[in-house]
Every structure is written in C-alpha cells, then in structure tokens.
C-alpha cells in the first residue's frame, strides 16, 4: 500500500514538473513574440547592418520580417540585422554641420547604429564616416575665432574663415587664396606696434 502511495506521488509530482516546465517555455515564447511585436511592426521604417533602408512589410514567428527597401527591391531578414532608423548616434544628429578629421565639411543626412554617418559634403558627393573621425564644426581655437584678421608668421595677411579642432585654421589672404593654418604660425593683425599709443 504504501509501495503504491509512494510511486503515485512520485507520478504526480513528475507530471506537476513536467507542466510547470511546459508553461516556463510557451510562457518564454509569448514573452520573445511579444517583444519581438513591439519592437518592429508593419509599416515601420528601418535600416539593416549594411546600411539599407526600408519599411517592414510583413513580420513572422520565426523573428524575420519582409523588408521593402527603398533603393528598391524587397526581401526576407532577420529581426538581428534590422534596428529602427536612428535621427542620432554618438552626440551627432541628422541635419548637424560637422567636419571631418581631414577637414571636409557637410551635413549629416543619415545615421546608422554601428556608430557612423553618412555626409553630404559642401564640396560636393558624399560618404559614409565613422563619428570618430568627424567633429561639430568649431568657431574658434587656440584665441582666434571666426572673421578675426590675421597675419602668418611670413607676413602674409588674411581673414580667418573657418577653424578645426586640430588647431589650424583656413585663411583668406588678402593677396588672393586660401591656405591651412597652424594657429602656431598665425598673430592677429595689430594697428600699434611699440610703446606709444594709436593714432587714427
């Protein structure tokens, strides 16, 4: 009798077991659907890991989504590969003024997650940039600022017309030109020279 008690119990528990773990995994499969129905929905914009852009078109179980690319074209991806459209990354928004390490300037019109942007640039065509090689657009470094006149260490006078984090600025020569500046090689223009005071 008790032989029998024991091996019920024992049946009963293994069932309790075996229902508490099937309710944890459809429980755990509502949660990921769920989450996964709040993160992208029809008719949301988004951008893959290669820089694609388009709109979801239909979203499955199996964490994929049909995406209607804007380039053109359609196609099945992975939920892992898309992210929502970013209007800013790493303290750069789209539409911001910036300037490149190697002293391009433009705008930024797209922004992605894996930390880049791309860039209209005022000269012309536009790329792709990592924001770790791009900075807000300066006026003013090292004690000189935007407009102020200058003169370069040989005697060449200007008017300052654009300033980078480097520490050089772009000049404006009186003479005709423009050139890149060390401010270490620039003062700025003096009407006295001396001990005596100016006289107009």
């Known amino acids: 009798m008790g032989k029998t ?19 944890a995994v459809l429980l755990g499969l509502a949660s990921v659907q769920g989450a996964f129905a709040e993160e992208f929905c029809v008719g949301e914009r988004v951008v893959t890991d290669t820089h694609y852009r388009g709109s979801i078109t239909a979203v499955y179980p199996d964490g994929t989504a049909d995406v209607s690319f804007d380039a053109g074209g359609a196609n099945n991806w992975p939920t892992s590969r898309l992210s929502t459209i970013p209007t800013a990354i790493n303290g750069f928004y789209v539409n911001e003024k910036v300037v490149t390490d190697n002293h391009y300037r433009g705008t930024i019109v797209e922004a992605y ?23 807000t657009i300066p006026t003013s470094i090292n004690g000189f600022s935007l407009n102020d006149r200058v003169v370069t260490d040989n005697h060449y006078a200007g008017t300052i017309v654009a300033c980078y984090l480097d520490g050089t600025v772009d000049v404006s020569f009186d003479d005709g030109g423009t050139n890149n500046w060390p401010t270490s090689r620039i003062s700025k223009v003096q009407r006295c020279i001396g001990g005596g005071s100016c006289h107009r």
């Open 5 to 23: 008690l024991l091996a019920g119990f024992k049946s009963f528990q293994t069932g309790l077991w075996g229902a508490y773990f099937a309710l």
């Open 113 to 135: 997650p894996d930390g880049t942007v791309d860039i209209i640039f005022d000269a012309g065509g536009n790329n792709n940039w990592p924001t770790s090689r791009i900075s």
